[in-house]
């Protein structure tokens, strides 16, 4: 069984930064692509950072030069420093696993249960 469990969220003030932390667990050999994703209430979730095991990343529009995706292929991790946050970056951020290769054969589509970021004055 493969668990993804978010932590870091948090209240913020607009302008401060948080950094969160995903920690994937199980008998995982390797995980192909991490990352995340978050939803506002009365919205849709949306991508918001993916990163490949290679290091190739992704970011929405949104928070591109603000968030910076990272992971520890060796430790399971992934990360998120967010930086410049604003109060439309309020929403749940939910940790997100694909192609995760385990002696079972090949997993897909892993959600942590989500963490809570909050931008406001």
């Known amino acids: 069984q493969v668990q993804l469990v978010e932590s870091g969220g948090g209240l913020v003030q607009p302008g401060g930064s948080l950094r969160l932390s995903c920690a994937a667990s199980g008998n995982i050999f390797n995980i192909y692509g991490m990352g995340w994703y978050r939803q506002a209430p009365g919205k849709q979730r949306e991508l918001v950072a993916t990163?490949?095991?290679?290091?190739?990343?992704n970011y929405a529009a949104s928070v591109k030069g603000r968030f910076t995706v990272s992971r520890d292929n060796a430790k399971k991790m992934v990360y998120l420093q967010m930086n410049s946050l604003k109060p439309e970056d309020t929403a749940v951020y939910y940790c997100?696993?694909?192609?995760?290769?385990?002696?079972?054969?090949?997993?897909?589509?892993?959600w942590g249960q989500g963490t809570q970021v909050t931008v406001s004055s």
């Open positions: 990163i490949i095991s290679g290091g190739t990343t």
């Open positions: 997100h696993a694909d192609r995760v290769v385990t002696p079972l054969g090949t997993l897909y589509d892993y």
